[in-house]
């Protein structure tokens, strides 16, 4: 009991005798841990731990981020978000290839799309208002992690809108699903390596006809302004090459108003679970 009834587990390398990163006891005690969260005494001070990257090392930082951010795509939320790459009808170069010709389409493509986007939401790019994304409440299903045709089978059996998730942490190219057309991955890195884009392909051939189709980065707040991630090459793939990348920050409005939510709060409830994520000895 003392070693496995604890939330947060923690195992080391037998080979390295290094540490590993802490982990959730079981996907449920995740969950748990996501519905105390959206008390809001816990979320602001979670929020202000996912803050400040020195409190843990980035891969622990980013399994609580990925627990936090299911609950709350799922929430009904205004979001802000950048685009990062849209179609732009030029050919993406190979290794070591002169880039300026696609590095100036792809710029111009984007601008574009930005400025379409701030008219459809009745703002200007000139006035520096952020664009706004808008997330209904979802209801959450879930499907067999790491297969195409369970993803499928649940794009077919569930209605959209709707929020699909895999049930384990195998799952390439995403980490959760907006029916009928967003794929998310979370992220707590300031830049992201290249997906791969036939696997991506099959994904999106899951999901039903649509003329675009959006893969977004969900990130923290101090991790938006720099986020990067290099261009989806596209190739021959033609949902892929229907796809816009786009980055989009979680709970933008929490860092400001942190301090002022905290001082207004009670102190959490200490129940079954808040007691135990109240200790210190979460290990």
Not at 156 to 175: A, E, H, K, M, V
Not at 253 to 274: D, F, I, N
């Amino acid at each position: 009991p003392e070693a496995s009834h604890r939330v947060i587990h923690q195992d080391g390398d037998r080979n390295t005798f290094k540490r590993l990163s802490p982990k959730f006891a079981t996907s449920h005690m995740g969950d748990l841990f996501a519905q105390q969260a959206q008390s809001p005494g816990m979320l602001a001070r979670l929020m202000s731990l996912l803050a400040s990257s020195s409190n843990m090392n980035r891969s622990s930082r980013g399994h609580f981020f990925e627990v936090l951010a299911h609950s709350v795509m799922c929430s009904g939320e205004r979001m802000q978000y950048r685009i990062l790459d849209v179609p732009c009808g030029v050919a993406a170069p190979g290794k070591g290839a002169n880039r300026s010709k696609f590095t100036a389409a792809m710029q111009a493509a984007v601008d574009a799309a930005e400025e379409a986007a701030a008219q459809a939401q009745g703002v200007s790019r000139s006035s520096g208002q952020p664009l706004l994304v808008t997330i209904p409440r979802l209801q959450q299903h879930l499907f067999e992690s790491g297969s195409v045709s369970a993803f499928g089978a649940a794009v077919q059996l569930y209605s959209s809108p709707c929020y699909l998730r895999p049930d384990g942490p195998t799952q390439p190219i995403f980490d959760a699903c907006i029916h009928p057309d967003t794929l998310l991955q979370f992220t707590v890195s300031p830049c992201k390596e290249g997906v791969n884009e036939e696997v991506l392909e099959r994904y999106l051939g899951c999901l039903p006809p649509r003329g675009q189709y959006y893969l977004d980065y969900v990130v923290p707040a101090d991790v938006y302004p720099e986020f990067t991630a290099p261009p989806l090459k596209r190739g021959a793939l033609p949902l892929v090459s229907k796809t816009c990348v786009r980055v989009v920050k979680v709970q933008a409005e929490m860092k400001s108003k942190m301090k002022h939510t905290m001082r207004q709060l009670r102190p959490v409830s200490t129940s079954a679970c808040g007691a135990h994520l109240a200790r210190a000895s979460w290990v």
